[in-house]
């Protein structure tokens, strides 16, 4: 437990600093959304939710669990429409649409900017990113305690993840 509590503080501060970072920035560039607290809140929930996808793959799958979220994110990347419209990607791109969180986040994050997108289709982003963010904080103390159990020294469990 402490080992598994260690890492979501940490992670969970990590995460939400530098989504602060990140919007205290674009503001001190000029950037002011409509909505500063829905702004900063899908920030704040998306950093976290992908900190602890990534941190489970991490733990329980090492090195090929630090690459699949490396793939998650460029594939999220191309299939969010954050540049242009979903319907101007291709198939695999729209396919992945559906099911990356990146592609909820922008949604809350175009209603904070402006405005105008429906207050159901924010409602259903913010569900979808606290459910991404409660099955992550779930696989990962499953990870940890199948791994505790596999490895109970501490100092493995410590130097097998600290690099």
Known sequence: ??????????????????????????????????????????????????????????????????????????????????????ETSPGLYQALHQVVPMAYSLTTIRSAIAGGITESSVTASYIYMTVTLMISLSLLAFAMSYRAKHQPDPAKLAGAHSH
């Open 1 to 86: 437990r402490g080992w598994y509590l260690s890492k979501v503080t940490i992670g969970a501060g990590v995460a939400t600093a530098m989504a602060l970072i990140m919007g205290v920035i674009m503001q001190g560039v000029g950037f002011h959304p409509a909505n500063p607290v829905r702004f900063y809140a899908i920030l704040i929930l998306y950093a976290n939710a992908m900190m602890f996808l990534n941190l489970f793959l991490a733990i329980s799958l090492g090195n090929i669990g630090r690459f699949i979220g490396m793939a998650i994110m460029i594939l999220s990347l191309g299939s969010a429409g954050g540049t242009f419209p979903i």
